[in-house]
């Protein structure tokens, strides 16, 4: 039987957290939009008028959003299961009447809350800098979750598994920072050779791009039922492996 009261006290720790360190956890996300938007998008706008039969700006908002979405859900969890491994703050988390199943549950909502939080605050700038069209906001939104739930999951294991904030990084650097610029954020791979467009297929991020991208300006380089089933199967498959590395206690019982 779930321990509710637990589940939300630790859940409303963990939200409460980043909220309460807001210029940390949400306003850099939201800086570097725009300063992607005015560099990247006005700038080059100038040569690239447009892809696919929409501006320059339109086109890589959408990835601008699963990048800043992605990357705060993964930083909550990583950093936060992290810190109370090298603060010694483990012992009071394992002793709380709490399974292995409701302290990852209570985490990856935290990550994904922060998650759907900036990912929603950088496509309304979006719409109020560029006047961006939401073809389908319903499912946008929902898609913002499910990647927040995903990599919120991914960010949890990243946690369990490393010891140290460099070795963090070093996870986070040589994987999902990679990803993120090869999965189309600012371009589309029918841009690419045939055999860089085979390589972006092995890449999970670029059906996310792509699935956002479908919701938000109606446009796809790809089949977009591969893209949500993608997303679901990423989503199942982490918050399985975050569950279980919580359950087995690896890296996380001294």
């Known amino acids: 039987m779930i321990n509710w009261v637990g589940l ?22 939201l800086i570097s939009s725009v300063l ?19 501006s320059y700006t339109w086109f890589i908002l959408p990835g601008l959003i699963i ?19 090298l603060l010694q703050q483990l012992p009071d988390l394992l002793i709380a009447p709490l399974s292995g199943f409701e302290i990852a549950l209570a985490y990856i909502i935290g990550g994904t809350v922060r998650g759907v939080v900036n990912g929603i605050l950088v496509l309304l700038i979006g719409i109020i800098m560029i006047d961006l069209p939401v073809i389908d906001p319903i499912k946008t939104i929902f898609f913002i979750f499910l990647v927040s739930w995903a990599f919120s999951s991914m960010g949890l294991v990243l946690g369990q ?50 699935a956002i991208r479908y919701t938000i300006l109606g446009l796809n380089s790809s089949d977009i039922s591969n893209s949500f089933i993608m997303a679901l199967v990423l989503t199942i498959v982490t918050s399985l492996l975050a569950v279980f590395l919580m359950q087995s206690g690896k890296k996380i019982k001294q």
């Open 161 to 210: 598994l490393s010891e140290s904030w460099d070795q963090l990084a070093t996870m986070q650097n040589f994987i999902l920072t990679p990803l993120s610029f090869l999965g189309g954020i600012f371009y589309s791979i029918n841009m690419l050779p045939n055999w860089a467009q085979k390589l972006s297929y092995f890449n999970p991020i670029y059906y996310m791009i792509n």
């Open 36 to 54: 992607y938007i005015l560099i990247f998008g006005f700038t080059l706008e100038q040569r690239i008028s447009e892809i696919q039969g929409v």
């Open 8 to 29: 939300w006290t630790l859940t409303s720790r963990e939200v409460g957290r980043f909220f309460s360190v807001y210029r940390q956890t949400i306003l850099p996300g």
């Open 67 to 85: 990048m800043n979405t992605l990357t705060n859900a993964t930083s909550n969890t990583a950093s936060s299961i992290l810190q109370m491994k």
